[in-house]
């Protein structure tokens, strides 16, 4: 089986870092494939770069060249995911819905400490449209930008630990999900800091895109998520277009 992880800004570092995880959290035979657009923010931390973020996401999915079985979308609720479900007959999960399904199964209510706080209704917007907000306790910002988290870990660790106990002693969380994809690593040092469960999106999202594709099932193309209607898109893909395209 083949997994495509795909990090919706343009940082490397980050990159690698959920590629990391993604491994690490894969079963045996399961091969990551992990790649980030080659044009758009090189952190995503508002509406406009999440915006430009999906159409560079959809972009990359389309012009990646290689087999894979699952997509899994490792940005914490960036646009995108439906678009993607269009262009692909794979299944396709983002990270934010993922944590939020498996800290479900594991506690009765959850938190997610996520980055700057104007990602906070986003995220919140993001799992009420999925179905998940009923059981979210909070949404919480650790108060550091995606860049932030990237460029020190140890760091963001702290920020991330100060904002997950608040949550779990204000808001009565149970379960801590990990509100960004650059925060991929942390959730065993987080859990035991602090004793409660961690989710970790990145993981999650490649577990569940085994346990989904095992199971033989595809994206529906019925209604929703069947395929765009054959017409001429100008510029598009705006990769090759615009001579940006990852080698």
């Not at 899994?72 to 819905?97: C, K, N, S, T, W």
Request: hydrophobic residues 45%; negative net charge.
């Amino acid at each position: 089986m083949r997994i495509l992880v795909v990090n919706p800004n343009t940082s490397r570092s980050m990159t690698a870092t959920i590629a990391e995880t993604a491994r690490r959290a894969a079963s045996p035979g399961t091969e990551i494939l992990a790649v980030q657009p080659g044009y758009g923010a090189e952190a995503i931390d508002c509406a406009m770069e999440s915006y430009l973020s999906a159409v560079a996401v959809m972009d990359r999915v389309l012009t990646i060249g290689e087999p894979y079985d699952a997509v899994v979308m490792a940005g914490f609720g960036e646009h995108g995911r439906e678009g993607v479900q269009e262009i692909v007959d794979v299944p396709v999960l983002d990270i934010a819905e993922c944590s939020a399904h498996v800290a479900q199964l594991i506690g009765r209510s959850y938190s997610v400490v996520t980055t700057l706080q104007r990602s906070v209704g986003a995220i919140e917007d993001r799992l009420r449209l999925a179905g998940l907000a009923d059981r979210c306790a909070s949404v919480r910002s650790c108060g550091l930008s995606t860049l932030d988290v990237d460029r020190d870990p140890a760091a963001a660790m702290e920020a991330i630990v100060a904002e997950a106990e608040r949550a779990v002693r204000l808001d009565h969380a149970e379960v801590i999900c990990l509100g960004c994809g650059g925060m991929a690593g942390l959730d065993e040092a987080i859990t035991a800091r602090l004793g409660v469960p961690v989710v970790d999106g990145v993981a999650a999202g490649v577990r569940l895109a085994e346990a989904v594709v095992g199971l033989g099932l595809r994206t529906s193309k019925v209604c929703t998520y069947a395929s765009p209607e054959p017409k001429t898109i100008a510029a598009w893909p705006l990769s090759a277009y615009l001579g940006t395209e990852v080698r």
